[in-house]
């Protein structure tokens, strides 16, 4: 599949457009792509160039582009109700919702769910939601975290210093940890002695700075996405789960770019049969649309007063409509078994790629759900490998610089994953 190298003088126009009236810091710019449509696993450009999609709108399309269901309920609840604010009223989908994600959600503790539109706002939510039951003030992050680009999120996110730069002071309170990546492992050291030293650095840091009775919550994402798709050993997630109860601190999760089936389990946190107290969803959640939420257990969530999280757009009925619709999908699709199985043939594939091609450092793959990561110093071979695919037709990005980000719909086929990857082996082939 080749495309072509020619610009039109639409696309030329169009992107002319956005850099003279959208503010840069909206973007992360990537390719000249001009997004036309998308079904399933592909997207149309302006040109109607067919691309692979590797990315799915940064894992916010899990149950594939304009997957019918999805499509029919948004259809239908607009011609019923566009919207209609549901801080001072009800509607029936965004109650439907509600129930549906407070029974989905991991542990049987009672559950209670407030929406919001963002993902940024959801991890926002969180720090209210938190500080007002525990009448504490202190939120414990970790470094390489995204949590978002509000104030707030942006204070609990710590992967880029231009998500802080010029926008000072941030929120206060807030403080970020080493995350426990298993790569930094000491030669000779076990996982278990690995997650003692980062867990003994944290009672350290109550011991001596941080007071653990001012501590409301600890959140993390149990597997890190924009930083290369990172999980850590499951004798730190465990002890860091103990940790936080014994000391009253909310133990909190970050879903938004790894729930809905992302990595082979319903939430990334399922891979640790823990239970959070409170957990942030967005992104697949509407398939796209603009909904998140926060699910946390009920008592949590009770704690946090009339208005102190509502706003006008929240749970607007067709991004209500079409999230059921996405749940329905996710079911009816077995997308959760699929992104396991698809997962390990194409970890499969990449590690047979990794054989051809030793530049490639390391295959992380975990459900449908992988960094492919090179060396620090091959940033520029990375943005090099991705536009190569760009220009041949297949979208994947690279995240940290020198890791690409493989994250495509749960529903793409293996004929697609192989021609994708196919276009990859191409690349290292020109490139090496």
Known sequence: MLVTDKKTQVRRHLIALDH????????????DLVVDH???????????????DFLASASAVNVGHGNAHVVQAIQDQAAKLV???SGYFYHEPAIQLAKRLA?????????????????????EGIIKFARSYTKRPIVITFQNSWHGTT??????????????????PLVPDIYHLPFPDPQKIISGESLTHFSNRYLNELQDLFKHDIPADQVAAILIEPIQGDAGIIMPPQAYMHGLYQLCHENGILFCTDEINQGFGRSGKMWSIDHFNLEPDLMAVGKSLASGMPLSAVIGKAAIMDALASPANATTTAANP???????????????????????????????????????????????????????????????????????????????????????????????????????IQIIRQALQQLS
């Open 318 to 420: 067709i991004c209500c409509a079409a999230s059921l619709a996405t749940l329905d999908e996710i079911q009816n699709l077995h997308l959760v078994e699929r992104s396991r199985e698809l997962g390990a043939f194409a970890k499969i594939q990449f590690l047979k790629l990794q054989q051809e091609f030793p530049i490639i450092k390391q295959v992380r793959m975990i459900g449908l759900n992988g960094g492919i990561e090179f060396a620090p110093n091959q940033a520029e071979f990375v943005t090099q490998l991705s536009e190569y695919c760009f220009e041949h037709g297949l979208i994947i990005i690279s995240t940290m610089d020198h890791i690409l980000r493989f994250q495509p719909p749960l529903v793409i086929t293996k004929t697609e994953l192989m021609a994708g």
């Open 83 to 85: 919207h209609y604010i």
């Open 20 to 31: 003279e009236y959208v503010a840069a810091a909206g973007r992360v710019t990537k390719f």
């Open 151 to 168: 104030l707030g999120a942006a204070s609990l996110s710590a992967i880029d210093p231009n998500m802080h730069r010029g926008i000072g």
């Open 38 to 52: 998308a079904k399933n696993a592909t997207v149309w450009d302006v040109d109607q160039n067919r691309y692979i």
């Open 103 to 123: 029974l989905l959600a991991p542990g049987r503790s009672a559950k209670k769910v407030s929406f919001s539109t963002s993902g940024s706002e959801a991890a």
